[in-house]
RNA sequence: GGCCUGUUGGUGAAGCGGUUAACACACAUGCCUUUCACGCAUGCAUACACGGGUUCGAUCCCCGUACAGGUCACCA
């Protein structure tokens, strides 16, 4: 068997996408588990939809996640250009399009736009799905002669045979057939601008670039029959198909740029702090699932063990909450300056703290917790508030019998203090139950909410000698004012 | 509407003709921590969409129904 090749074929018409990332990972997966390549391709070929910055994001963020590719068109390789304009000005599809015209596969149509769209409504208005009426698939050499006499542009039709089973095995979902009386007419695969359309494109590329593999979304099943037929009619290869199924939102629907019930951009996890290897770890569980029961990998790991038939057939949801625990999993792991280095950003932008051994023991008493970067703002907050304020189930408490007194000697007992750390702190405390006699949660409790203003959190002595004495008398102060 | 595809506990997800139908997340309880979190342990849920077949036996095979999704461009 030849070496394995599949691409990432992503249109720069906007930025990577959890499904997008997700079909990179899984052909990447695939090309490394087989020794094979991996290859990012750019299909430009929508000019008028191409966005500023979009092709960046996809590599960019690709790189991010960890997913390398052997060819593209930032390192070359032996099979370019890797972006389709750059091939479409080589002349590349052109060729193959004459060739097709020269076999009549396929015919030049010079119907306007305004005739199309006329059909279109016609056919419309008539109840059915408008499909190109063939006009000019019978032109006679005079009629063709006058259309050029007039200069008309043309698209390049591609031939649809009439009643043809055409079948493939698919990868994932196994065989699947399609007749070619249900494609939509014969497609266009020049452009009236001579550019060539993706279905037509994609064949040429992938069949040029020797890809033996052709794994991709679900909403690419209906392209291939059409694919299928252009590779026959080119006399090339046919490369394996395998159909993913789609990420839905937890409503169950397609995710849509504009769906706003979950994060859909690589880059805002990025953004929020989420690890690259968790976030490859998370993707992966998205429509594939391993033979065992451990579901934190490696990327190595995820190599060795992917397996093109354990991808799902129904469709994966997305699940945020583990997506949080896994992420969570992996932040744990991390090496004290690895996890410091991560949640500094937030501090640093969103509470304007200052870098410096302090901040770092305070970021250090959430990191078993933490589940993403940007939590860490949310975390700390009893270190940057200006004054506490207590909830009312801390108020009741506070207000118990004899938790003035306690609070008192608490206090007095933290000001004596020569050396304010941890180990002093604790002594302080033991200090008043000794001198006052209570103990147990009638002590911790009410020192816990008068110095850090909650009744949870990290460990104690730790919280106060992080926030120093003048801010703890100060916080002690004010709950005694509030009994 | 045509075509293609899917439907397993609260959620994600294994299973591929005979199982007590995994596992993970979530949740609950216990231990740990004089709190929380982490960790560990235990438990939880009366989960195979429905109706017909085939079979000694169906979650697994076939047909139908319902529901859901995808797709029908000079977009990719």
Redo the contacts with the bound molecule.
């Keep these: 068997m030849s070496k394995v090749r599949v691409r990432y074929?992503?249109?720069p018409?906007g930025y990577l996408h959890i499904g997008n990332a997700r079909t990179a990972l899984f052909n990447y997966l695939f090309a490394k588990h087989n020794g094979g390549d991996f290859i990012v391709r750019i299909?430009?070929?929508?000019?008028?939809?191409n966005i500023e910055g979009g092709e960046k994001s996809q590599l960019d963020n690709l790189k991010w996640l960890g997913v390398d590719w052997d060819e593209s068109i930032d390192k070359g390789g032996d099979f370019g250009p890797y972006n389709?304009l750059a091939r479409f000005e080589q002349g590349i599809y052109q060729k193959y399009a004459d060739q097709l015209l020269a076999n009549d596969m396929a015919y030049k149509?010079y119907?306007?736009?305004e005739?199309?769209d006329a059909e279109?409504e016609k056919q419309k208005a008539a109840g059915?799905?408008?499909?190109?009426n063939g006009k000019c698939s019978k032109l006679t050499a005079e009629q063709v002669a006058g259309f050029e006499a007039e200069g008309r542009?043309f698209?390049v039709?591609f031939r649809v045979s009439q009643d043809e089973e055409i079948t493939w095995n698919?990868i994932v979902?196994?065989?699947?057939?399609?007749?070619s009386?249900?494609?939509?007419?014969d497609?266009?695969i020049?452009?009236?601008?001579g550019?060539?359309?993706?279905?037509f494109?994609?064949v040429v590329d992938d069949h040029l670039m020797q890809m033996t593999h052709i794994l991709r979304?679900?909403?690419?099943?209906?392209?291939t029959p059409k694919q299928i037929l252009m590779y026959n009619a080119l006399n090339m290869e046919v490369p394996r198909f395998g159909?993913m199924?789609?990420i839905?939102n937890?409503?169950?629907?397609?995710l849509?740029k504009r769906d706003t019930s979950i994060i859909q951009f690589i880059e805002q996890y990025k953004d929020l702090g989420y690890l690259p290897e968790a976030m490859f770890n998370f993707i992966t569980?998205?429509?594939?699932?391993p033979?065992?029961?451990?579901?934190i990998f490696t990327k190595d790991q995820l190599i060795e063990q992917f397996d093109e038939?354990?991808?799902?057939?129904?469709?994966?949801?997305?699940?945020e909450?583990?997506l949080?625990?896994?992420n969570?999993?992996y932040v744990?792991q991390l090496t004290d300056e690895q996890y410091y280095d991560l949640v500094l950003p937030f501090l640093q932008k969103d509470l304007n703290a200052e870098d410096n051994a302090w901040l770092k023991d305070v970021a250090l008493l959430?990191k078993?917790?933490l589940s993403y970067g940007q939590e860490i703002t949310e975390l700390v907050t009893l270190f940057f508030k200006e004054q506490i304020s207590l909830d009312e189930e801390s108020l009741e408490f506070v207000r118990q019998e004899g938790v003035v007194q306690t609070l008192e000697a608490l206090k007095a007992n933290l000001q004596a203090l020569e050396t304010f750390d941890a180990d002093n702190i604790k002594a302080a405390?033991?200090a008043v139950?000794k001198d006052l006699g209570v103990?147990?949660?009638m002590?911790?409790?009410p020192s816990?909410i008068a110095t850090t203003g909650?009744?949870?959190?990290?460990?104690?002595t730790s919280?106060i000698s992080l926030l120093g004495l003048d801010k703890a008398v100060a916080n002690i102060d004010y709950v005694i004012s509030q009994i």
């Design positions: 074929a992503p249109s018409t299909e430009d070929t929508d000019i008028a939809r389709q149509c119907c306007t736009s005739e199309l279109a059915s799905i408008p499909r190109y542009d698209t039709r698919d979902k196994g065989d699947v057939t399609f007749n009386k249900d494609i939509s007419g497609f266009n020049l452009k009236r601008d550019i060539p359309t993706y279905n494109a994609v979304g679900e909403d690419h099943i209906s392209n159909h199924t789609l839905v937890p409503d169950g629907k397609k849509s569980l998205l429509g594939w699932s033979v065992g029961e451990e579901e038939n354990r991808l799902s057939k129904s469709p994966a949801k997305f699940d909450a583990k949080t625990w896994i969570n999993q744990k959430y078993d917790q405390i033991k139950q103990k147990g949660k002590l911790f409790m816990r909650q009744m949870h959190g990290p460990d104690l919280s």
